[in-house]
């Protein structure tokens, strides 16, 4: 419980036992029957003593830095878990919402990479959830968990704003991505609304293997799922449309949200064309996302320190008074 | 010395009332402010196959030169002072890709070992091991970090392909624009270098015919004095320190070989970086409070053990 700053002090601690031998202050009378006997002056020689003995001991005691270490308590709390799965491929570099080269621009429209959009908005979505617990996953080919689930804010921001930084990678592996996600919650337990939070451009075919593997994690982990899909064709849609360009029935993001959509386990897919529907998007899966969650608080490092100084102060105290006490008796039969 | 009984006792109550003066000063004196400096860095490490050879020297055994490189960042992490800022980032292929900006290496420090175990040959997305490409894409990165980071490159300098002195990469930067330390690690001799394959698992290592030998520009060229026969020892890695130290003149960083200390690191680190001061409270207790012990156990020790005192 009580852990120490500087342990090695602790070996000090027999000098606690110093009083008891020390006479420094004791006067030698030549014949010892002249001394009179009470029990009071026994009672406070003792005391004394002691005290003498407490302030040396609280003294070191207070040197060597006690303090209570940095401990987790549970709370519950209205939130929920993510593992934001961020694609990192080329393609991801691209600006975000561009209109077709072969219209002429007719609103002004920002020149920003979709890589950069995604990292401000999850920022901004990370921000407005304090209690959540977060982790991250980078991936592109190949999947890699760099943030296991954290509270730490700082580390989650930090993460996330260097997901904007410089180039893509190579090219997007989903299916790679989320078995990685869904590892993340492996061995933990069930704290409360579970999310994969899937961010990408592209979709991918999976095969029957991969479905039926990705199908039973999600299921036994009861994870939730979100695709923020960030529309690369203009005017395509996830879903079939009746007016559809026969080009898009066989679009890779259409099957893999066809696949999605057959899982047991909550999925909702979100297409951002527009900034504003990414910010729709987002504040969507924020409103959704308030269920009862277990969180780990973490209370910080308290240091014990003052307690034994207030020991030592009183014995400190006590043995001044007695001491001027002592003197002063003593000022006054040496004048006598 | 002898002291008479009267002065003793005057003397003891004296030391013992400033004794409680003292225990009283650790208490309630308001905490002193000092000044700290901190820096913000950005720990880059090579992933890259050179990396697993083993001729590191880590607490007297051989471990892979990424094990060092692992363990060294996380002792740095802790010798920085509380308030510091750092952050990591791999480097595999040309390019050198953060993972997490810098954060307080105190409060973070859970998350930032938690994310450089992580790092391992696996993270990879390509097989080569272009160094001085790699720094200077860290250096391109930094500029966008607010503030400004010092930069930490772990590596052992071994470039694949192999690049020619006179055609080095050209570094668009401005050298010392960006501050910042190479720390070169591995041994002297020349290793075999351990093969990952695209999973990233060791195979093997690489054989003298796997690899390039040359630079690539520079054998298109029939310039003789420049494609001098060289001996064939690329898919061989020991510490490249001299090129290590070009590469750091080049781009106006320091250059620090297999350091022992991580607080030395930090020292450069600090040395090299825009420190930034940051005021901290400073607790004077433990002064007090000592001195408060030393003037009671002067009271009480035993002097009559080593000379009279009676009277």
């Not at chain 2, 160094?131 to 607010?146: G, L, M």
Request: aromatic share 10%; glycine share 4%; net charge negative.
């Amino acid at each position: 419980m009580l852990s120490w700053e500087l342990p090695i002090l602790l070996w000090l601690l027999p000098l606690a036992l110093l009083p008891w031998f020390s006479h420094n202050t004791e006067k030698t009378v030549a014949w010892q029957a002249m001394l009179p006997h009470d029990r009071l002056s026994q009672f406070l020689t003792l005391l004394l003593k002691s005290l003498s003995s407490l302030a040396i001991a609280a003294l070191l005691l207070a040197l060597a830095g006690p303090f209570i270490p940095e401990r987790l308590v549970e709370r519950s709390r209205q939130g929920a878990e993510f593992v934001i799965a961020l694609d990192r491929s080329r393609s991801m570099d691209d600006i975000f919402a561009r209109p077709p080269r072969n219209t002429l621009p007719i609103e002004a429209f920002s020149t920003r990479s979709k890589r950069t959009v995604s990292g401000d908005y999850l920022l901004e979505f990370v921000k407005r959830r304090p209690d959540d617990r977060f982790g991250y996953i980078l991936f592109s080919t190949r999947a890699t968990e760099i943030l296991p689930l954290s509270y730490n804010r700082d580390a989650i921001l930090a993460t996330i704003a260097a997901g904007g930084l410089g180039k893509g990678l190579s090219k997007t592996d989903i299916f790679q991505a989320l078995s990685k996600a869904a590892s993340l919650f492996e061995g933990e337990p069930y704290r409360g609304s579970r999310n994969i939070l899937l961010i990408s451009d592209g979709g991918e075919i999976l095969d029957a293997d991969e479905k039926t593997q990705l199908q039973r994690r999600l299921a036994d982990m009861r994870i939730n799922l979100y695709w923020i899909y960030l529309r690369t064709v203009r005017g395509m849609t996830l879903d079939e449309q009746e007016d559809d360009n026969l080009l898009w029935l066989d679009m890779p993001e259409r099957k893999l949200h066809t696949f999605f959509k057959s899982l047991n386990t909550p999925y909702q897919a979100f297409e951002a064309g527009s900034l504003k529907e990414f910010a729709a998007a987002i504040d969507e899966i924020h409103r959704q996302q308030y269920q009862p969650l277990i969180v780990e608080e973490r209370l910080p490092k308290q240091s014990r320190v003052n307690l034994f100084l207030y020991l030592a102060l009183l014995c400190c105290a006590v043995l001044v008074m007695a001491r001027l006490y002592t003197g002063w008796g003593v000022y006054r039969a040496y004048r006598q | 010395m002898r002291l008479s009984y009267q002065k003793r006792i005057t003397l003891t109550a004296i030391i013992m009332t400033v004794a409680l003066i003292l225990v009283m000063a650790a208490l309630w004196m308001p905490h002193i402010k000092r000044d700290v400096k901190i820096m913000d860095a950005l720990f880059v490490i090579d992933i890259t196959d050179s990396m697993n050879v083993e001729d590191a020297t880590l607490n007297g055994d051989k471990v892979s030169r990424l094990t060092w490189a692992k363990e060294f960042t996380r002792r740095a992490f802790l010798d920085m002072p509380c308030g510091a800022h750092a952050g990591l980032a791999i480097f595999s292929e040309a390019r050198s890709l953060i993972l997490m900006n810098p954060v307080e290496v105190c409060a973070s420090y859970h998350d930032l070992t938690q994310m450089l175990n992580k790092f391992d040959p696996h993270m990879a997305w390509a097989r080569s091991s272009e160094v001085s490409k790699a720094v200077y894409t860290a250096i391109r990165q930094a500029k966008e970090i607010e503030p400004e980071p010092t930069i930490v490159f772990v590596t052992d300098g071994h470039e694949s392909p192999p690049i020619n002195e006179s055609l080095f990469p050209r570094f668009d930067g401005k050298p010392g624009e960006i501050h910042g330390v190479i720390v070169g690690v591995g041994g002297e001799d020349l290793l075999p270098i351990p093969k990952t394959n695209e999973e990233g698992e060791i195979e093997g290592f690489w054989d003298v015919n796997d690899v390039m030998h040359q630079d690539v520009y520079a054998s298109l060229r029939a310039d003789t004095n420049m494609n001098v026969p060289q001996a064939r020892t690329e898919h061989l890695s020991s510490q490249k320190k001299s090129h290590l130290r070009t590469l750091a003149d080049r781009v106006g960083f320091e250059f620090v070989s297999s350091p022992t200390k991580p607080g030395k690191l930090v020292d450069v680190i600090s040395k090299v970086s825009e420190t930034r001061p940051q005021t901290i409270d400073y607790d004077l207790y433990a002064w007090f409070a000592g001195i408060a012990l030393a003037l009671i156990l002067l009271v009480y020790l035993p002097y009559g053990w080593f000379i009279r005192t009676d009277d």
